[in-house]
């Protein structure tokens, strides 16, 4: 069966210093993979997604970065962090391009506080 | 640019009375629409609709989508405290990388 890995659960960081979340899935190959951000009281905002190693696309431009080095594993970056860069941080999965499946496993997810 | 609205934002009832949840997209490319619920951390999925009327349901929780009208509905009858969670739609787009747009989100209390 297929399972998320995503690390820290918790994260406290002081503004300006550097940022690296990380994400590993299990059981399944060349899935597709998203980092989703989700402030206070509002929806998941799509960060990042990649369809293949080394193939990243940004939803909005931001103060983090992406990378996918390799099948199953996605990180994500950033080299100065902003107070705005605070909150709940989800990795999620999904079937590759070959399975016509929307459906979008998620990890449990990092919450970012930037002080 | 593609918008997906959920109503209400928040929701309190009493255990035993049926609830309706809301949301209206306009996604361009839309495929499928996905319901979520996110009780702590991890949303968990719940229904994916595609076509226009028909009914999906697990055990309380159903969903049918309007294609046409652009909405979808999302029903629990007898709600329990351990329905407490925030329910999230997503329209899903099509093309190469499935990619889900979510809404806010309506927070679902459930007072015993």
């Known amino acids: 069966s297929q399972t998320i890995h995503q690390w820290p659960a918790t994260l406290v960081q002081p503004v300006g210093s550097p940022l690296s979340l990380e994400c590993t899935v299990e059981?399944?190959?060349?899935?597709?993979l998203y980092w989703y951000r989700q402030a206070a009281g509002r929806g998941l905002q799509l960060l990042f997604y990649?369809?293949?190693?080394?193939?990243i696309s940004s939803e909005v431009p931001q103060n983090l970065s992406a990378s996918r080095p390799q099948d199953r594993q996605f990180i994500l970056s950033s080299k100065k962090l902003l107070l705005s860069d605070s909150g709940f941080y989800l990795c999620?999965?999904?079937?590759?391009?070959?399975?016509?499946?929307?459906?979008?496993?998620f990890g449990s997810g990092t919450q970012l506080s930037v002080l | 640019e593609d918008k997906v609205v959920q109503s209400p934002l928040s929701l309190v009832v009493h255990e035993g009375d049926t609830v309706t949840l809301n949301c209206s997209y306009e996604?361009?490319?839309?495929?499928?629409l996905l319901w979520y619920k996110q009780e702590k951390k991890a949303p968990t999925f719940l229904f994916m609709l595609?076509?226009?009327?028909i009914e999906k349901k697990s055990g309380r929780l159903s969903s049918i989508l309007d294609k046409k009208e652009l909405f979808s509905i999302l029903n629990i009858t007898a709600t329990q405290t351990g329905d407490s969670a925030v329910y999230l739609c997503?329209?899903?787009?099509?093309?190469?990388?499935?990619?889900?747009?979510f809404g806010k989100g309506t927070l679902l209390t459930v007072n015993p």
């Open positions: 999620a999965w999904s079937a590759g391009t070959g399975r016509l499946n929307g459906e979008l496993f």
């Open positions: 059981g399944t190959s060349n899935p597709n």
């Open positions: 990649s369809v293949g190693i080394g193939q």
């Open positions: 996604v361009t490319n839309f495929r499928s």
């Open positions: 595609t076509s226009s009327g």
């Open positions: 997503a329209p899903l787009k099509g093309g190469s990388n499935y990619k889900l747009t």
